[in-house]
Structures are given as structure tokens and as C-alpha cells.
């Protein structure tokens, strides 16, 4: 029997420990530590995979993966799947498994963390003192109890946010697509809301939605303007469910307070010379922006890696 071949061919941000232990004389693991610069360097790492453990910084689709001829499964050490061309997968027979529920808990208390940051401008006080200033007079804040917190989606993340918004005792609105009267009471919702009712009656808008072609630009000139002035938006989500330039020119004419994001563009992100609108926006000191670190706690990425190994030990033996 051949034997059989695992590759990471994106830098792993989990614990491999528990993976190295398959590599033996039947089965052959290679791990990359940098990322590959392009498609044809990506075709080589993988072109006698039988199995790809992948992160979301590589794109998988028929420029990458054409080569790899007895590749059988991707598994992809991620929420969304949007990196990954399901289509082409499915017309190759090649079967994608992911992980959806690893890190909720992570992304929906680094939402709330980024809000509080936020609406009580540590940032902004931290840079006042280090820069040896003492003032309390541009820091005033607000609290959390009693305001309306809107949710956009209501999935994994969506059910953690909901939890935590109603332990600050504030209002919960949340839209969901599959807006039935039994997930409203399991969330503990009178009923689920519009998503226009959630944008406009919000204080706090946070974002929980899966990445698709529907969701791309959910929030926009257009769904912006429908926010108040005093409210602030929080993407926990893909980058691409904001349109950036949209939100850019709604900051700076003031037509929403602020806006934490954990994504700004395509990973790993590098502002471009044209994206001057971008750049002021992430300078704005009403503006939080990380470099997708919801998910990155030390529980979750223990949680990651047992999960990945399980279903990489799984897919071994039905492959034996």
C-alpha cells in the first residue's frame, strides 16, 4: 500500500503535537512554517497530498489544487470556507471538512472587548499616558446596561453574543435568515427582528454572519445610513460582509459613532498606496482595528487542535 501523505502547507497557528504522532512508516506528514508566495508554489506542496490541513491566508481553488491529483480531503482549520472553491472541490470529488464552533465563545468575548474598548476610548487614554499626559476630559464613556445591542446572525457566535449581551442586561434585537418562532424562545427572544429594525434601533450593531456571495457587502452605503449617529458597528466576521469605503465615508461624515473591525481586507493585509480612505479610517481614534485575533485564545486553539486531529485520524482510517 503507498504510503499515504499529510501536508500543511500553510503555517499552522494550532499545536501540530498531536498530528506528528500519526507520521510513521505508512503515513508521511509535512508541516511548512512560511507561507507559499504564489499558486505554483502552493501546486508543488500539495501535488502528492492525500490529505491538506489549511489555514484561510492560501487561496484553494483550481489554479492550486489542479495538480494534486490524489488529494481526497481538505481540511481546513477554519470557520468560513470562503478561501476554498467548494464548487471545484465538489466536481473533483475532493471533501472539505471544517470546524464551526472551536472559537464562539472567543470571537463573541473579543466583540464585547473590543466594544468596551471602544465606547470607553482605552486606546486612546493609554496613548495619553505613555505619552505622559494625565486627563480625564476627552474619556468620557457609556455603559452597556439598558442599551439596545443588535445581532446580526444568530449561528454559534450570534447564540455567545446574545448570552453575553443579556449578562450586561442590555436589550437584545438580532436577524437572522431562519427566523422561526422556536429559535426566537431557545435564544430567549420575544422574536427575531428585520434586519433594517436591528440597524436602526440599535446602539450596538455586532456582525456574526457567514461569509457567502449573499452576505458580501451586507452593511454598506446603504444599510450605514440606516444606523444612528450615536451607534457603533462591530465586525467579528469576515472583512468582506463591510464594505470598507463605504464605512470609511460614513466615520468621517459622522453618520455613525465609531467601528471596531477584526479584518479590514484579503490576510495577510498590507495598506496599499490607493487606500488613503482606508488608512485615515484606522487611524481615526474612534476606530479599533486588529489583525484577526477573535479566535485566538489559548482554549480555542486547544479545542482546534484536538478537533483536527480527530478528524484527520477519522479520514487516515477510512483512507487505510
Known amino acids: 500500500m503507498p504510503k499515504l501523505n499529510i501536508v500543511l502547507p ?23 512554517r512560511d507561507l507559499a508566495l504564489d499558486a505554483e508554489q502552493l501546486q508543488e506542496r500539495i501535488k502528492d497530498a492525500d490529505i491538506i490541513v489549511v489555514d484561510l491566508l492560501s487561496t484553494y481553488n483550481e489554479a492550486s489544487l ?9 481540511v481546513a482549520a477554519t470557520v ?27 470571537v463573541a468575548e473579543m466583540a464585547f472587548g473590543n466594544l468596551v474598548a471602544l465606547i470607553r ?61 422556536a429559535r426566537a424562545k431557545e435564544l430567549g427572544l420575544g422574536a427575531f427582528s428585520t ?20 452576505t458580501q457587502h451586507l452593511i454598506n452605503a446603504k444599510t450605514l445610513a440606516l444606523m444612528r449617529p450615536s451607534s457603533y458597528l462591530i465586525n467579528m466576521s469576515r472583512h468582506f460582509l463591510v464594505d470598507a469605503k463605504a464605512l470609511a ?23 496599499r498606496g490607493d487606500d488613503l480612505d482606508i488608512q485615515e479610517m484606522i487611524n481615526r481614534p474612534n476606530v479599533i482595528v486588529t489583525p484577526h485575533i477573535g479566535f485566538n485564545t489559548v482554549e480555542a486553539m486547544e479545542r482546534l487542535a484536538i478537533d483536527v486531529n480527530n478528524t484527520v485520524r477519522s479520514l487516515v482510517k477510512e483512507l487505510s
Open 80 to 106: 468560513g470556507l470562503n478561501h476554498i472553491d467548494l464548487e471545484y472541490c465538489r466536481q473533483r470529488g475532493i471533501s472539505v471538512h471544517n470546524f464551526t464552533n472551536y472559537n464562539s465563545r472567543a
Open 10 to 32: 500553510d503555517p499552522p497557528f494550532f499545536d501540530t503535537a498531536l498530528l506528528e504522532e500519526l507520521r510513521g512508516p505508512d503515513i508521511d506528514i509535512t508541516i511548512y
Open 249 to 271: 465615508a460614513a466615520l468621517y461624515r459622522k453618520e455613525i459613532a465609531g467601528a471596531a473591525l477584526d479584518f479590514v481586507g484579503d490576510e495577510p493585509y498590507h495598506l
Open 66 to 74: 489542479k495538480e494534486a491529483k490524489n488529494l481526497k480531503h481538505i
Open 121 to 181: 476610548h482605552i486606546p486612546l487614554a493609554v496613548q495619553t499616558v505613555r505619552a505622559n499626559l494625565w486627563t480625564t476630559d476627552y474619556f468620557v464613556g457609556e455603559e452597556l446596561k439598558s442599551k439596545t445591542l443588535g445581532v446580526i446572525g444568530a449561528g454559534n457566535v450570534g447564540r455567545e453574543i446574545i448570552s453575553i449581551g443579556k449578562g450586561f442586561n442590555m436589550n437584545v434585537l438580532c436577524h437572522t435568515k431562519n427566523p422561526t418562532p
Open 195 to 214: 434586519l433594517e429594525e436591528v440597524l436602526s434601533k440599535s446602539d450596538f450593531v455586532m456582525l456574526s454572519v457567514v461569509a457567502t456571495k449573499e
